[in-house]
Nanobody
Framework: QVQLEESGGGSVQAGGSLRLSCAAS???????MGWFRQEPGKEREGVAG???????IYADSVKGRFTISRDDDKNILYLEMNSLKPEDTAMYYC???????????????????WGQGTQVTVSS
């Protein structure tokens, strides 16, 4: 069993930056992981994913602004978010599953483990 806990959310002005962290407990080394976000009343959407050997994938809406990375020694997944826009406002979730080359940015049964989320609010 893997437990995930997000942190690092907050309120920033447009153009600002935040770094989200997702601490994983349990056996999560080389797990496939991803970041998702959800606004109230909308479907959860994929933001970024990282495969077990480090390949990454981004949603078009965040390419060039967000960077996903992982520290396997500390079992922490990161999402560096720069040039934030009001439309980035959402609850952000991290997710994990076993070994994979590159995760799809599709929320659902692919990911076995989910965190509780951390809120990001970007004001104009």
């Amino acid at each position: 069993q893997v437990q995930l806990e997000e942190s690092g959310g907050g309120s920033v002005q447009a153009g600002g930056s935040l770094r989200l962290s997702c601490a994983a407990s349990g056996h999560s080394t080389q797990y496939c992981m991803g970041w998702f976000r959800q606004e109230p009343g909308k479907e959860r959407e994929g933001v970024a994913g990282i495969g077990s050997t480090g390949d990454v994938i981004y949603a078009d809406s965040v390419k060039g602004r967000f960077t996903i990375s992982r520290d396997d020694d500390k079992n922490i997944l990161y999402l560096e978010m720069n040039s934030l826009k009001p439309e980035d406002t959402a609850m952000y979730y991290c997710a994990a599953r076993g070994y994979c080359n590159l995760p799809p940015l599709v929320p659902g049964s692919f990911f076995a483990f989910w965190g509780q989320g951390t809120q990001v609010t970007v004001s104009s």
